[in-house]
DNA sequence: TATTGTTATACTCTATAACTATA
DNA sequence: TATAGTTATAGAGTATAACAATA
C-alpha cells in the first residue's frame, strides 16, 4: 500500500491553480495578463538580450511573447529597441512606468499569498518557502 | 523592497510543470492520460454517485471527463452502470484491472517524485510535504 | 420544473512551420 | 547559411450552451 498522501504534481497543480485564482482578479484590475506579469517580473530582475532568452526564462515560446510585448510596449511598460550592435535582435528593459506597475501588483500579489501561507504554523512556513526556493533554483 | 523569492504561483505552477513532465513517460507506457489516472485515483479512494461529483474531486468540468470514461471503460478499468434508484446517475467504481493498472503507475510516479524530493534535506521534506497536505486538504 | 448525463459549438492556448530582415 | 523576430496555420484543451432522459 502506497503511502496515504496524494500525488505531489497533483498537489501542487492544484495549490498552483488555486493561486493563480485568487490573483487574477489583482492581474485584472491593472489590466494585465499572466504572462504579462511574468514578463515584467522578469524584466525586473535583469534587463535581456533576446526576446527568446525573455521567453525561455518565463518558460514559454518565443512566438508566444511577441504579442504580450506589443502590449507591453504600447504602454509603454517596456522599451524595445534594436541593438545597434546586431540589428536582429532587441534590447528590452522595463521603464519606470513599467517598474512600478510590477511593484504595485507584485505587493498586492505578496498580500493575497498570506490567504494561503497564513494557514501554515511558523515552522511549516518557514521549511515549505524554503524548500519551494531550493527545488526552484534547480 | 518585497523580498526576494520569486511569487509563490510562479514556483508552484513551475515545479508542477516540471513533474507532470516527468510522469508524462511513465503515464504513455499504461496507456493513460493525466485525467484518466486522475479518475483511476480519485474511485481508488472511493466509489461515487455521480459523474459531476467525480468531476468536482478532480478540479474538472462534468462535460470534459466523460470521453475518459469512455475510454477507461473500454477498457474494463471502471464500471459506470445507472443506479436503479435513479436512472439518471451512473455508479462509478474502480474494476479490480483498474484498481491493479493505477497502483502499478502509482509506485512508479512515487519512484519518480524521489528524482525531485530527493534534493531536499530531511528537515525540509518532512514540513515541505505536510505543509502541502496540510494546504491540499484546505 | 429540476437534475444527470450527453452532445455541439465556440473560444482560448499552444505548438509548428513558413516568412523577413539582418548577419 | 544561419539567426532573431514575426506571422499564419493548425491542433489541443477548455468552457458554454443546448439537448435527451429521468425524476
Redesign the pocket.
Known sequence: MTNGRPDLAAMLARLARQLIAIEQPILAEHDVSM?GYAVLTALRDEPMR???ALARSIG?????I?GI?DELQRRTLIEREPDPA?????LLRLTPAGRDLHSAVQAEIRSAEETMLGQLDDEERHFFLQALENLHRT
Do not use: E, F, H, M
Request: glycine share 0%; proline share 0%.
Open positions: 504572462w533576446t526576446q527568446a514559454a515560446d518565443k512566438t508566444r511577441i510585448l546586431d540589428r536582429r535582435v532587441r
